[in-house]
């Protein structure tokens, strides 16, 4: 089964609004979370991430909240802009028996319409 | 500047047919990846390698095989090139520690499988 899981595959934010975009996951072992974004034809890159020994990461506009007994991560995007449209790819890691992977979700596709 | 770069960036094969994605880094990191991304599955991982000379199987391996002939060079080979093998591919690096590591992905390579 999806080990993370995405259910939005998409949402719509008003510039300046706030974009919230959740995780779910499944494996108690995952101790590292992630935030990638990916614009159409191009690489994803790292936006932010946490490991587990804190709830909250913040750095400018953007806010990892991870909560570790519902198996939730969500990013909140503050004073969203036209140029935070993109796909919003989360994932989550850990050492499983010598082998490390990290794990994607399927991805949020996110418009902020002006 | 982190770099990974993929050969080729798109290609046609045909059914049954041997294909070769390739993938070097210049990033000097012990770890390297190849997702596939699948609309509705985000990324999901298929072979990876934290030293030359080995490769680990990920969580879709099956019609795939790899090889890590050096510390920059990472492949992924696919022998009978199926239909269900359509997708776009990514490599990665990340420094040692893998899965806690940022991911530094290629610009992709698109395969289509005819």
């Known amino acids: 089964g999806q080990q993370v899981k995405q259910s939005s595959p998409s949402l719509t934010v008003q510039e300046g609004g706030i974009s919230i975009l959740n995780c779910d996951y499944e494996n108690d072992m995952f101790d590292y979370f992630a935030w990638y974004k990916k614009y159409p034809d191009n690489s994803p890159t790292l936006l932010i991430s946490v490991r587990s020994n804190v709830d909250k990461r913040e750095d400018g506009r953007l806010t990892v909240f991870l909560n570790k007994s519902g198996k939730h991560f969500s990013l909140h995007i503050t004073a969203s802009q036209p140029e935070d449209t993109a796909v919003y790819l989360c994932?989550?890691?850990?050492?499983?028996?010598?082998?490390?992977?990290?794990?994607f979700g399927e991805g949020t596709k996110l418009t902020v319409s002006s | 500047e982190a770099a990974v770069t993929q050969s080729p960036r798109s290609k046609v094969a045909v059914t049954g047919g041997k294909v070769t994605l390739s993938c070097h880094q210049t990033n000097n990191h012990d770890y390297m990846y190849w997702y596939r991304q699948d609309t509705g599955h985000g990324l999901r991982l298929i072979h990876y390698s934290y030293v030359a000379d080995s490769t680990e199987k990920g969580d879709i391996p099956d019609g795939y095989k790899a090889s890590r002939p050096s510390q920059e060079n990472f492949s992924l080979i696919l022998e009978l090139a199926s239909l269900s093998q359509t997708a776009v591919y990514f490599c990665?690096?990340?420094?040692?520690?893998?899965?806690?590591?940022?991911?530094?992905f290629g610009e992709g390579s698109k395969l289509t499988v005819l």
């Open positions: 990665a690096s990340s420094e040692a520690g893998g899965y806690t590591g940022q991911l530094y």
């Open positions: 994932a989550a890691g850990a050492n499983q028996g010598g082998s490390a992977k990290l794990i």
